[in-house]
């Protein structure tokens, strides 16, 4: 098992930044390729960004390429979302999850966290 705990959500106004923690818990956290999701009021859950084991392969939905970066600390068991130049659109709950094995853009893993709420105001 693998507990994960997000925190760094919050109120932001657009065009600012937050930096989005996922603490990791249980199994050997580099064992473990790591996903950031989303989901907004009344859609369905989507992908954000991967990164695998060591963070030398990260991978982005369009819609944040350019503005939010993953990366990670193995040594802290902690994965990370920068989040820059926000817009309302960005405003949901985010999700981190680890997946046994390579990156993935699907919803394939294996565990998931409870999720921080980001609202973007305009």
């Known amino acids: 098992q693998v507990q994960l705990v997000e925190s760094g959500g919050g109120l932001v106004q657009a065009g600012g930044s937050l930096r989005l923690s996922c603490a990791a818990s249980?199994?050997?956290?580099?064992?473990?390729?790591m996903g950031w999701f989303r989901q907004a009021p009344g859609k369905e859950r989507e992908f954000v960004a991967t990164?695998?084991?060591?963070?030398?392969?990260?991978g982005y939905t369009g819609s944040v390429e350019g503005r939010f970066t993953i990366s990670r600390d193995n040594a802290k068991n902690t994965v990370y979302l920068q989040m820059n130049q926000l817009k309302p659109e960005d405003t949901a709950v985010y999700y981190c999850a680890a997946r046994r094995g390579g990156i993935s853009f699907r919803s394939d893993y294996n565990y998931w966290g409870q999720g921080t709420q980001v609202t973007v105001s305009s």
């Open positions: 990164i695998n084991w060591d963070g030398g392969a990260t």
């Open positions: 249980g199994r050997t956290f580099s064992n473990y390729a």
